[in-house]
């Protein structure tokens, strides 16, 4: 399978402070998903973003297809984005997803 | 938009009951689904394809005869656990993909059983 990293593990934020979360794959994908599981455990679809950049409201994110790397930025960080975050990819072929190992944020106020 | 509804959003049962999960998906058609269990602080993994009208095929490690699944519309596949057991405790969730859009996968928000 495809071995999806994301980093940093674990993220602790100030309210109104930005970050940028990573996921990194070991394949050649074309699809790929970034996702909030909030902290009621609902998986909250976020951006499908196989290349180029995209933004919603707060958050925004790149994905460079070459280099086999995508971010997810959060500028003026609120508490209710508290969660993980997960992305996910799929290769050309087959259908199946690959999450990565999540960031855990917490934002404190 | 796609949209998949998953239902039960939680649920509580005894040990030794089966239990049900729901996944439909509201607007589109898909022969193909999926379903994919999270344990505790950890990733989601990908149990079981779902094919409609036909047997769904499972991951290696996975017990076909444990996590029973039906997906006998274009709109609606069911999870369901047989004889639940503590270690069956888990967030699952489905994903769908639309017959229109080859690229068009859509994830439930998932379903967390606690089996007491």
């Known amino acids: 399978g495809i071995q999806v990293e994301q980093s940093p593990p674990d993220l602790i934020l100030q309210e109104g402070a930005n970050s940028t979360l990573r996921c990194n794959f070991s394949?050649?994908?074309?699809?790929l998903q970034w996702f909030h599981q909030n902290p009621w455990g609902q998986l909250i679809n976020l951006f499908y973003?196989?290349?180029g950049t995209k933004q919603n409201g707060r958050l925004s994110a790149t994905t460079v297809a070459t280099e086999r790397y995508s971010l997810l930025y959060i500028s003026s960080s609120q508490t209710t984005d508290s969660g993980v975050y997960f992305c996910?990819?799929?290769?050309?072929?087959?259908?199946?997803?690959?999450f990565g190992t999540g960031t855990s944020l917490t934002v404190i106020p | 938009g796609a949209v998949v509804s998953q239902h039960p959003s939680w649920v509580i049962c005894k040990s030794g009951t089966s239990v049900k999960i729901e996944c439909r998906s509201l607007?589109?058609?898909?022969?193909?689904m999926f379903w994919y269990r999270q344990f505790p602080k950890q990733s989601l993994m990908l149990m079981a394809t779902?094919?409609?009208?036909?047997?769904?095929?499972?991951e290696q490690g996975v017990e076909k005869d444990k996590f029973l699944i039906n997906h006998a519309s274009l709109t609606l596949s069911t999870l369901t656990v047989t004889s639940a057991h503590p270690e069956d405790s888990s967030f699952y969730i489905c994903?769908?993909?639309?017959?229109?859009?080859?690229?068009?996968?859509?994830f439930g928000s998932g379903t967390r059983l606690t089996v007491v």
């Open positions: 779902s094919n409609e009208g036909s047997k769904a095929t499972y």
């Open positions: 996910a990819v799929r290769r050309k072929t087959g259908n199946q997803f690959y």
């Open positions: 394949d050649s994908v074309n699809n």
């Open positions: 973003i196989p290349s």
């Open positions: 607007d589109f058609q898909a022969t193909t």
């Open positions: 994903s769908a993909r639309d017959d229109r859009r080859i690229y068009g996968y859509t």
